[in-house]
């Protein structure tokens, strides 16, 4: 039997070799095996790194406020104009030679039919100078978008870890549980035997044979119910892995051995509040609510903003792209603008922002203490599965030793066959109680380095000084 710890053991996930595929329809998957398939398969993992990436889009489009706004326009037109007239229209005829005056006569007048061409184009630059602190203002809070869908992905990949391991350890608890019933189930149909021989030759009375008879088909109810067990811990790791709930799904069998815990649990508060993803995704939150308090505000402020044009225009395509010292025209401006009334639009926005601040704030403190009670109880419950398990040692020992003590008086006539069950219940439940505490202990590990926000440099840093052959 292959021996693992819990982090190398997860380790082999997050630092594996890259050339090797595991594949999910491999016959015996280990932990770091069932780790990849969730996380290759889990449609919210997914959908939190595209959100990643809009956000990061967002962080683009936030400079836009600030970055110089450049535009232009070509354009070449052919116009037909038919003939058109008779009509009268005023034109000059002549230079009165006393005043010098044009003279203006009413002539018809016909247009003959003609086409134009006509070409004009433009480049033109707006630049924002200043308005309000907007402009960075809307950068922070993007940035902060950002790193709070970072985090979000962080989280979830975390939480998929998690809960892989858990389903992995309920699986492999189950079926060690099995065997722990099914040794129970043959030793309750070892007893039925012995007794069956001893009231054959009169040692043991009928009513012996009837309660070791109960008491095997007792331990075969609680064999079946456990089989049940585990294929429903099955079809759950299955649902987690992203695979149909029947598939046929073999684990390793890794003795895999709990580490000793030994920070406060002060510490792993402190450690969890400043390391938990959702936490800090949280606090971005919080933070980009922040700034869009400071934007809605800017529109208090006034606005600045510069303007320059260039624009060439002509009948003639030569010349409209040569001579350039020709045929343009250049603008220049320097715009001031200052919201007066808006219809309370902007007092709106603040407010709308101040409360949306508000619910960020309150959110964050919520989440805060969801964490720390997350591991107060993993923390607790490790404790006392640890606290169980040094105690049930001893148990187990004392209960192998009952049972035996418990048979040898029966044999010899100096026991009850009441006491031999009793011993065999009380063998049973103290190697429930191991299997069940170690595997719980495992889980509650989890939970607390899940909780804390660690768990993933804590394999990392693990893997990379142990030698995994």
Not at 280 to 306: I, T
Request: glycine share 6%; aromatic share 8%.
């Amino acid at each position: 039997m292959h021996k693992v710890t819990l982090f190398l053991a997860i380790g082999c996930f997050l630092l594996g070799s890259s050339g090797s595929e595991l594949q999910a329809e491999q016959k015996v998957l280990g932990i770091q095996q069932c780790i990849q398939i969730a996380l290759r398969q889990n449609s919210q993992l997914r959908n939190a790194e595209r959100r990643v990436r809009i956000a990061g889009a967002g962080v683009t489009s936030a400079w836009s406020f600030i970055l110089p706004v450049v535009n232009s326009s070509f354009s070449g037109t052919r116009t037909y104009q038919s003939e058109q007239g008779p009509f009268l229209q005023e034109i000059p005829v002549g230079i009165d030679p006393v005043t010098g005056k044009m003279i203006i006569m009413q002539k018809e007048v016909v247009l003959e039919s003609y086409y134009r061409n006509t070409y004009s184009g433009s480049i033109s630059l707006s630049q924002n100078i200043f308005d309000g602190g907007q402009w960075w203002n809307r950068i922070k809070q993007a940035n902060a978008e950002y790193r709070a869908a970072e985090y979000d992905y962080h989280a979830i990949k975390q939480a998929v870890i998690t809960e892989v391991t858990q389903k992995y350890f309920e699986l492999l608890k189950a079926i060690k549980l099995e065997k722990v019933y099914q040794k129970a189930a043959e030793l309750a149909k070892e007893q039925l035997k012995k007794t069956q021989s001893m009231y054959e030759v009169g040692v043991a009375a009928q009513v012996d044979v009837y309660k070791a008879q109960v008491s095997l088909g007792t331990e075969q109810i609680n064999l079946i119910q456990q089989r049940n067990r585990v294929d429903i811990a099955r079809s759950n790791l299955n649902v987690v892995l992203g695979r149909s709930p029947g598939s046929p799904l073999e684990i390793a069998d890794e003795e895999i051995e709990l580490e000793p815990f030994t920070l406060t649990l002060e510490d792993a508060i402190r450690i969890a509040v400043q390391n938990n993803p959702e936490v800090m995704s949280y606090q971005e939150n919080l933070r980009g609510s922040d700034f869009g308090v400071k934007v809605a505000k800017g529109n208090y402020w006034p606005k600045l903003r510069l303007n320059l044009s260039y624009g060439r225009f002509n009948t003639l395509l030569e010349r409209f792209y040569k001579g350039l010292d020709r045929n343009y025209q250049v603008s220049g401006s320097l715009s001031l603008s200052f919201n007066i009334f808006n219809g309370f639009q902007t007092r709106a926005a603040v407010e709308q922002a101040s409360v949306n601040y508000a619910i960020a704030k309150e959110n964050l403190l919520e989440k805060q203490r969801a964490v720390q009670m997350q591991v107060e109880q993993a923390y607790l419950n490790l404790k006392a599965y640890q606290q169980i398990a040094r105690i049930n040692e001893q148990n187990l020992k004392s209960a192998e030793e009952d049972l035996r003590l418990a048979q040898e008086s029966y044999k010899i006539g100096s026991g009850t066959l009441l006491e031999v069950i009793d011993a065999q219940v009380a063998l049973t439940r103290a190697r429930t109680i191991l299997v069940g505490t170690k595997y719980d202990g495992l889980i509650a590990l989890v939970q607390l380095y899940s909780a804390m926000g660690t768990i993933e440099s804590k394999l990392q840093k693990v893997f990379q000084q142990l030698n995994v052959e």
